[in-house]
């Protein structure tokens, strides 16, 4: 499990979204202490990191399914995608007002560790199949 190295992308990813869901996100300037933007604040947020998490952990114990593992990926892809422009909406809507931090930038790198982990699987699928195709025709030509 660990020697591939799209789990290492999963697993890196997942650490950086948990990273995320703890840490705030932006916060609002005022008079006296600034008011911190939790994940957990909003609903969308929530939603969507839950899924994530969620995702990349079944993701990452279905190692030696390669197609569900495949399929999982693809739709925690998407659901990292949302999560990214749900983040950039909140960005360019209240880039005046707030003030983000780093993690807010966490679902992108999360999308690129997540499209090479899809990449990874699918090669890894691809050798799994030459290799099945190479055996049978060995069985055929005894």
């Known amino acids: 499990m660990w020697q591939r190295i799209q789990t290492l992308y999963l697993l890196i990813a997942t650490v950086l979204l948990a990273i995320m869901f703890f840490t705030p996100i932006a916060t609002i300037p005022g008079a006296g202490e600034p008011v911190k933007i939790m994940a957990y ?9 839950s899924l994530v998490i969620i995702g990349h952990l079944v993701a990452l114990n279905t190692f030696k399914l390669l197609i569900l593992q495949m399929r999982v990926t693809t739709l925690t892809l ?65």
């Open 41 to 49: 604040d909003k609903i969308t947020y929530l939603i969507l990191l």
């Open 78 to 142: 998407l659901v990292v995608l949302g999560l990214a422009v749900v983040v950039g909406i909140d960005f360019f809507r209240f880039h005046d007002t707030m003030t983000f931090k780093i993690v807010a930038i966490f679902p992108v790198i999360a999308l690129i560790l997540d499209l090479l982990a899809l990449r990874g699987i699918a090669a890894d699928q691809a050798l799994l199949e030459s290799a099945y195709r190479l055996r049978d025709s060995r069985k055929k030509k005894k």
